[in-house]
């Protein structure tokens, strides 16, 4: 079968966005060992067993990577805020299901993700670009808490400040969240969640949910295992 000039162009970009996120994985590990601002390209393509030149085709600068970094993790929680959206479920569990999901893509799902943090590291133009993402996503989240407060299952909280909190939180797993440690990221991320909900519950309210029997993507959630 002959492939259109349409369809050689979408394998080529797709085999494209395939090989950045290898880059990013390789990245994320070399930022584990040498530390994000330590590390530079030439690191970056040794772990790759790449030329650095070829690292240059898909990234002009580590800049760039970090820039797909947080764009790729932001596009990911943008989605998981859709999917949360569409349950037929109350605030507090949409919530639940958000933070467990947020957890999840940060740490498993995204690799590189202690780059989402280095916003300070970006020039101008991308910073201006990718907190425009990250406010969309925080605005979601305020969103849920003020519907929660609205329905009587949390108290009466400032939803900005309960929402840096949260993900002041969650953001900060990136720097300590290990994939051969004792709890899986949907374990952390459930755990988490029973933390802080129980901070936002209004009194008499429950907030438990069953939700939190099975993490975003269908996997079975249970605080207790250990590795």
Same mark, same amino acid.
């Given at each position: 079968? *002959?492939?259109?000039?349409?369809?050689?162009?979408? &394998?080529?970009?797709? !085999?494209?966005?395939?090989?950045?996120?290898?880059?990013?994985?390789?990245?994320?590990?070399? @930022?584990?060992?040498? $530390?994000? #601002?330590?590390? $530079? =390209?030439?690191?970056?393509?040794?772990?790759?067993? =790449? #030329? *650095?030149?070829?690292?240059?085709?898909?990234? %002009?600068? %580590?800049?760039?990577?970090?820039?797909?970094?947080?764009?790729?993790?932001?596009?990911?929680?943008?989605?998981?805020?859709?999917?949360?959206?569409?349950?037929?479920? $109350?605030?507090?569990? !949409?919530?639940? #299901?958000l933070i467990i999901g947020h957890v999840q893509l940060l740490n498993e799902t995204t690799p590189g993700s202690?780059?989402?943090?280095?916003?300070?590291?970006?020039?101008?133009?991308?910073?201006?670009?990718?907190? &425009?993402?990250?406010?969309?996503? +925080?605005?979601?989240?305020?969103? =849920?808490?003020?519907?929660?407060?609205?329905?009587? =299952?949390?108290?009466?909280?400032?939803?900005?400040?309960?929402?840096?909190?949260?993900?002041?939180?969650?953001?900060?797993?990136?720097?300590?969240?290990?994939?051969?440690?004792? %709890?899986?990221?949907?374990?952390?991320?459930?755990? @988490?969640?029973?933390?802080l909900l129980a901070g936002l519950a209004a009194p008499g309210s429950e907030t438990r949910s069953t939700v939190?029997?099975?993490?975003?993507?269908?996997? +079975?959630?249970?605080?207790?295992?250990? #590795?």
């Amino acid at each position: 079968m *002959v492939q259109t000039a349409g369809e050689r162009s979408s &394998a080529t970009t797709l !085999r494209a966005a395939d090989r950045k996120r290898e880059i990013l994985a390789a990245a994320s590990r070399v @930022f584990s060992k040498k $530390g994000l #601002h330590a590390t $530079g =390209m030439r690191d970056i393509a040794a772990e790759l067993r =790449m #030329h *650095v030149g070829n690292l240059y085709y898909y990234f %002009k600068n %580590k800049e760039e990577l970090l820039a797909f970094c947080q764009e790729e993790s932001l596009a990911g929680l943008q989605r998981l805020v859709e999917e949360t959206r569409a349950l037929d479920v $109350g605030a507090d569990e !949409r919530l639940r #299901h958000l933070i467990i999901g947020h957890v999840q893509l940060l740490n498993e799902t995204t690799p590189g993700s202690v780059a989402h943090l280095a916003v300070e590291a970006l020039s101008r133009e991308w910073q201006t670009r990718i907190v &425009a993402l990250r406010d969309n996503y +925080q605005r979601s989240i305020r969103r =849920m808490i003020a519907e929660g407060t609205a329905s009587g =299952m949390f108290r009466d909280v400032d939803p900005e400040i309960a929402t840096l909190a949260i993900l002041g939180a969650l953001n900060w797993t990136v720097k300590w969240y290990r994939t051969d440690g004792k %709890k899986s990221a949907s374990e952390i991320g459930a755990e @988490f969640a029973d933390l802080l909900l129980a901070g936002l519950a209004a009194p008499g309210s429950e907030t438990r949910s069953t939700v939190s029997e099975t993490a975003p993507g269908g996997e +079975q959630s249970n605080p207790c295992r250990t #590795h």
